[in-house]
Every structure is written in C-alpha cells, then in structure tokens.
C-alpha cells in the first residue's frame, strides 16, 4: 500500500525559495498523479497544483501560477514541489497526495496522504 512523506518544509524569508519532497514506500510513484495541497491556519485546505503520472502535464492555481512548480523522479519514487517568490500568504501546511485514475491530474479523489510539511514564510 502507497505511503507518502512530506519533507523540507521550515522558515524562510519573503521571496525566498524552498523545495519540498513527497517520498513514496510501498508501491511505485509511477503508477500516480501526484497533486500538492496545503492548508493555511485557520483556512480550509486549497489545492496548489498536480503533476500527471508522465510528468509532462502539470497544472496550478492562480495564486502560484509562475512561481511554484512540481516536477517528479519516478526512480527515486519522489515528487518535489519547488516554490520561489514566497510571500507570507503561502505559509501553511503543505500535503502531497496520490491520484490513482486521473489521465491527467486533478484536484479531487485522491487517494493517499502525506502527514504535511510546515513551512513559514516571515521576516
């Protein structure tokens, strides 16, 4: 059974650039779209963006449009999402999760989840 671990989330500094891994166990990466969410205190948890199982369709949402980007390396069973410009509005917890059945990707029905990331965008 697919397991998924966030990691690399912490502080870091307006504008700055983190990037943040989702390592699977028990099944191959391969098989799943992966799809990024996160959860910001005190919101509801928002999609920010998904990578489909060939890698070469991905899509966000407006808000990290042009900055934040996923890509995947299906031999090291790991997805990444790498956010530039970070503004303090992106600090959350941030979740992977797998997609089983999408062609594509999607932002809904996903299957497994990670426990999540911390990251904290501050001064």
């Known amino acids: 059974q697919l397991q998924l671990v966030e990691s690399g989330g912490g502080l870091v500094r307006p504008g700055g650039s983190l990037r943040l891994s989702c390592a699977a166990s028990g099944s191959t990466l391969e098989s799943y779209a992966i799809t990024w969410f996160r959860q910001a205190p005190g919101k509801e948890r928002e999609a920010v963006g998904c990578?489909?199982?060939?890698?070469?369709?991905?899509k966000f949402v407006d808000s990290v449009q042009g900055r934040f980007f996923i890509s995947r390396d299906d031999a090291k069973n790991t997805a990444y999402l790498e956010m530039n410009n970070l503004k303090p509005e992106d600090t959350a917890v941030y979740y992977c999760a797998s997609d089983p059945l999408s062609i594509t990707c999607s932002y809904e029905d996903m299957e497994t989840w990670g426990k999540g990331t911390l990251v904290t965008v501050s001064s």
């Open positions: 990578i489909a199982r060939s890698g070469r369709y991905m």
